[in-house]
């Protein structure tokens, strides 16, 4: 199993799941076993999800970690603008820039 390191969540779940299917694991055994394969970003992401939930059973953590790491709107477009290549004039690559830089919401600031 790899780690999840922020990308490509659905493939991870359903690799998780089969590896939970494999290995019998039992439900109240999959979050603890999940938080094994979790990089430390991810890992204090989880831990804060344990803050405000005092349990976490499979159904909340794939809920709570699809909504933190796909669906935000403010995390998609600033992942399409980090990934963000030059395809046509460097005109046309600032406009896209710029476009995508008014719908993030809030830039991580390392």
Sequence with gaps: MRKFDGKDLVTWILHMEQYFDLHEVKMLQK???TSLYLEPNQFVWYKGLCSRK?????????VEITTHYEDTKRNMFFSQLINLKQKDSMVEHIEDSQKLNVRVNDIPKK
Excluded: K
């Design 31 to 33: 979050v603890r076993i």
């Design 54 to 62: 005092p349990l976490v059973t499979w159904s909340i953590f794939t």
